[in-house]
């Protein structure tokens, strides 16, 4: 059962939880478009009943963006072919804003900034690092930062977690956890780019109060999107609280 936010005859939003794939996974795995196109399937809400997908060929979902599988979010996916290339073209023309928010392992040198760095994806061993500019292939990251609150790490009280909302600018591969991890404050719970620092306590709060000792969740939520509609050209704009894992410690998410 998935999480809808909002559904016209062009869009639909959802939130994607994390440990699911924002296209077709390979195999049983649960991705988003199957879970689409099963909702879309029911034929009681009158927006499906549409000539495209009335036949045997499954309903067309459009996917405009993604996020990567251990991340949770807001996404919107297209439910026309016009659509799609509507929403791909504001993609491109930057009119798509996306908002993250997350809890990095430390202090932040500045409590507001951006960081304008070069990555260079490895397709290999699917991961991306940062790399001098005059590197082939390299591409400009950038994204905005903000320092939302800082508490002591339960985990080891002499260190800090600190939660940081960030406009993502640009849409490279890992961005986000590279580029916090470059500059020294890993994304918390993300054992690819992090795991020398991270902590190794997970944060969830039991009845009791007390912590559990598990694998950590990778600590980023696509908290807001707001992007124009492919038909009416209104200014769309969706936001959710991120919740459970280490966001529950920080007091100004309650």
Do not use: W
Request: contains cysteine.
């Amino acid at each position: 059962m998935i999480s809808i936010l909002y559904e016209d005859q062009d869009i639909i939003v959802v939130q994607k939880p994390p440990g699911v794939e924002s296209q077709s996974a390979r195999g049983f795995a649960p991705d988003m478009v199957s879970e689409i196109r099963r909702h879309l399937h029911n034929p009681q809400d009158i927006h499906k009943l549409t000539t495209a997908n009335s036949g045997s060929q499954p309903p067309y979902v459009g996917v405009i963006h993604r996020l990567d599988k251990p991340v949770g979010g807001i996404m919107v996916y297209a439910k026309n072919q016009k659509s799609a290339a509507s929403l791909s073209a504001a993609l491109q023309d930057k009119k798509v804003e996306k908002s993250y928010m997350a809890v990095v392992c430390g202090k932040l040198v500045d409590k507001q900034g951006a960081y304008v760095d070069y990555l260079r994806q490895d397709k290999k061993n699917n991961t991306s690092s940062i790399v001098d500019k005059s590197v082939k292939d390299s591409r400009k990251a950038v994204l905005n930062y903000r320092e939302m609150e800082v508490i002591h790490n339960p985990g080891d009280g002499e260190k800090f977690l600190s939660l940081i909302d960030i406009e993502l600018l640009t849409g490279r591969h890992h961005q986000i956890r590279v580029q916090f991890a470059g500059h020294g404050t890993p994304l918390y719970g993300d054992g690819r780019y992090g795991i020398h620092i991270s902590t190794k306590v997970d944060i969830k709060e039991k009845p009791s109060g007390r912590i559990s000792g598990q694998s950590p969740a990778l600590a980023l939520c696509a908290y807001r999107l707001a992007f124009p509609h492919p038909a009416a050209g209104e200014r769309m704009c969706f936001e959710i609280k991120p919740s459970g894992g280490a966001f529950d410690l920080f007091s100004s998410l309650k």
